[in-house]
């Protein structure tokens, strides 16, 4: 079951780190993405890392601002977010996807198998 949390309020411009973990399970063979969605909207894809923690993808909105990566020892997979905007509050969401090949990543919902239970972020202006 994956666990994403580190979601909060805070002001345009500030950051906030997720961070996305499995409870029972390891995060090693899966490819993991961060997704995130408003109420009334499809999920959007925010960023994607592959197994091998180098291979990485951003939405444009996400690029230059957020940063993903995956701490190995902690079995753990960050979503670093800089530089906040109005735009950026929604429920976030981590999603696992098992694949073979570590340098694959995915960018569109349904390639994920699991999902977190997603950790709101907020901004105010």
């Known amino acids: 079951q994956l666990q994403a949390s580190g979601g909060g309020l805070v002001q345009a411009g500030d950051s906030l780190r997720l961070s996305c973990a499995a409870s029972?399970?390891?995060?090693?063979?899966?490819?993991i993405g961060w997704f995130r969605q408003v109420p009334g909207k499809e999920r959007d894809f925010v960023a994607t890392?592959?197994?091998?923690?180098?291979?990485?993808d951003y939405a444009d909105s996400a690029k230059g601002r957020f940063t993903i990566s995956r701490d190995k020892t902690k079995d753990t997979v960050y979503l670093n977010m800089n530089l906040l905007k109005p735009d950026d509050p929604a429920v976030y969401y981590c999603?696992?996807?098992?694949?073979?090949?570590?340098?694959?990543?995915?960018?569109?919902?349904?390639?994920?198998?699991?999902w977190g239970q997603g950790t709101q972020v907020t901004v105010s202006s």
């Open positions: 999603a696992a996807a098992w694949r073979t090949h570590s340098n694959i990543v995915l960018t569109i919902p349904g390639s994920y198998n699991y």
């Open positions: 890392i592959g197994r091998n923690g180098i291979n990485k």
């Open positions: 029972g399970g390891t995060l090693r063979s899966y490819v």
